[in-house]
């Protein structure tokens, strides 16, 4: 097949998947309690950017899964500090952040730092406004959402998508 046509393809099929798979999410997460769908598209985002490398899916989602702890964690210490709140946050994501960086790059086979960081800002964008009281059973949702988004968005169009290239090809 011509190069033309095998981009054509490529484009077509990943379009279509893209069409097909994120919103049955975006319906189904709802129905399971799951409020932040939109955070699959974000991780499965990095998934993509990262190669589609199924044999690094684990160490994705677990970076994920740590950056939502990790949120977690900066809202309880903003909370608790009695500080400017300029200096808090600065404090905080100056540890965090540095910790985060050191404990997921001497852990390579088990994290991706970079899912890591992305996580964190995604539950602070998500949880930050909110008290530690408030914020409930964001940090599960949060989670599903993001295992879903490097499972079932990463995962299961890259799989499609290649299904699709094998029959049309």
Do not use: H
């Not at 069409?19 to 049955?24: H, Q």
């Not at 899964?65 to 210490?77: K, M, S, T």
């Amino acid at each position: 097949m011509d190069a033309k046509k095998e981009k054509r393809i490529r484009i077509g099929t990943l379009a279509f998947g893209i069409a097909f798979m994120p919103p049955i999410w975006a319906v189904l997460s709802t129905y399971i309690g799951v409020t932040t769908g939109a955070v699959a598209l974000i991780c499965a985002g990095l998934y993509v950017a990262n190669g589609n490398k199924r044999s690094d899916a684990f160490k994705i989602a677990a970076g994920f899964l740590c950056g939502d702890v990790w949120a977690v964690l900066a809202v309880w210490i903003m909370e608790t500090l009695q500080f400017n709140p300029d200096v808090e946050l600065y404090c905080t994501l100056f540890i965090l952040g540095g910790l985060a960086v050191l404990i997921g790059e001497n852990v390579p086979k088990y994290i991706f730092t970079p899912s890591w960081l992305c996580g964190w800002a995604i539950g602070l964008t998500i949880m930050g406004p909110l008290k530690v009281s408030e914020i409930g059973t964001l940090p599960i949702q949060i989670g599903v959402a993001m295992i879903a988004g490097v499972v079932y968005v990463g995962i299961g169009v890259d799989a499609l998508q290649k299904f699709l290239i094998k029959k049309l090809g």
